[in-house]
């Protein structure tokens, strides 16, 4: 693969460990026996973030690593490596510039030492990373505090924000509350919430689903958003979508343009609040309720179709991967069914249409084995639902 305007491009996909990370590994003192790659994040002529899993033999670095490189928008803290190959940033997690609070989050010590800052009192924890996308945000689990926590790492100048949003949904939402942050960290304290994802519960038809009419109405009357922050459209993202598709599946190319022109711009205004990213595995169920309403950092100004094009897309791209395609298929069709009723139905297709391009990058994006299969999947549901427009 190439990118005419970002030639590491080349070097980053071209193995599982970039000539960069061999460098690092070696001026410690080790080798590299294994690599991975684990993820990629490529936004054509801008920048390219690669994540690696590295096994090291020999020096400080023995062992398993995680190692990220970065090319076009490095960030200030990063290891630039220049040579032949262009410019490239790397850096070893948890040591990513732009989360400080990471390397604090995941050292069992000083994660206490924060609770405690933070008006707890718990006097030993043990801290587990287990969600992560490099320079944007994490999730550290907490165990062994009073109750279950959560630390959600994003870059420092988000986190009041987040802190606020948290403060503002938890007081008639399930939202978990936030116990409070540090803005030098870019780190906020979250109560954990009970419950199973949707989609757990989606696989498993011994638990029972939640009603459509509840899990339509969670999001239907948010109060306005503390921040003018303005929630991502489906359709606003799809200019940055095609040139992704077109550069990592050339052959595609003209089908994607001709599902775009047909979906058309967004002309709806970000008028009424919305999560900015509801779908299956932010709600938490129990005993068949929703109880639990997860990832509101995108939580702002959006559009009436935005939340319910995201969840019927992901649905969409859930069902031929699930273990229980019909009722994931059932459930998306009831759903639909609800907002029709309350939503305009050919916006609510543009969308989901919308939503499902979007999402057709990530087989690519966290390298399945047959990612160029699975992407031209993705691209005939798209189309799929922007036929079903001439149906209405």
């Avoid at 926590?149 to 978990?176: C, D, I, M």
């Avoid at 050339?250 to 999560?275: K, Q």
């Avoid at 309720?289 to 995201?310: F, H, I, Q, S």
């Amino acid at each position: 693969m190439r990118d005419p305007d970002l030639p590491e491009v080349a070097t980053l996909l071209s193995s599982p460990a970039p000539e960069p990370i061999h460098a690092v590994v070696e001026g410690t003192g080790g080798r590299v026996s294994d690599a991975q790659l684990l993820g990629v994040t490529w936004w054509p002529g801008l920048s390219i973030t690669t994540r690696h899993r590295i096994s090291v033999v020999g020096g400080e670095l023995e062992g398993l690593s995680t190692f990220v490189c970065v090319a076009g928008r490095i960030p200030d803290g990063a290891l630039v490596v220049e040579g032949e190959t262009g410019r490239l940033g790397v850096w070893r997690v948890p040591h990513d510039p732009s989360l400080p609070g990471l390397v604090a989050a995941l050292n069992d010590r000083r994660a206490a030492q924060l609770l405690r800052d933070l008006g707890g009192s718990s006097e030993k924890v043990t801290t587990r990373l287990v969600a992560y996308r490099p320079g944007r945000r994490a999730v550290v689990a907490v165990a062994g505090a009073e109750e279950g926590l959560y630390f959600k790492l994003v870059r420092p100048k988000k986190v009041e924000a987040l802190h606020r949003a948290h403060q503002t949904l938890a007081a008639s939402f399930p939202v978990p509350t936030s116990h409070g942050y540090s803005a030098d960290l870019g780190l906020i304290a979250l109560q954990a919430v009970k419950g199973r994802t949707l989609r757990h519960v989606l696989e498993d038809p011994s638990l029972d689903l939640p009603s459509p009419a509840s899990i339509v109405d969670l999001v239907r009357h948010f109060p306005s958003p503390p921040s003018g922050q303005e929630a991502p459209s489906p359709i606003g993202r799809l200019p940055d979508t095609g040139r992704l598709l077109a550069a990592i599946c050339p052959e595609l190319a003209t089908r994607v343009d001709d599902l775009i022109t047909a979906i058309g711009p967004e002309t709806t205004p970000a008028a009424i609040p919305s999560h900015g990213d509801y779908y299956e595995s932010q709600l938490l169920v129990e005993g068949g309720e929703v109880v639990g309403l997860l990832d509101v950092d995108t939580y702002g100004w959006g559009r009436p179709t935005d939340d319910p094009a995201t969840m019927l897309g992901h649905l969409a791209i859930w069902a031929p991967m699930s273990g229980k395609p019909e009722r994931v298929r059932d459930l998306g069709s009831r759903l639909i069914r609800v907002w029709d009723e309350l939503v305009d139905p050919i916006e609510l297709r543009r969308a989901t249409a919308a939503t499902v391009l979007s999402l057709a990058t990530g087989s690519f994006r966290v390298q399945t084995a047959n990612w160029p299969e699975e992407t031209e999947h993705r691209l005939v549901i798209a189309e799929e639902w922007m036929k079903s427009v001439g149906e209405i």
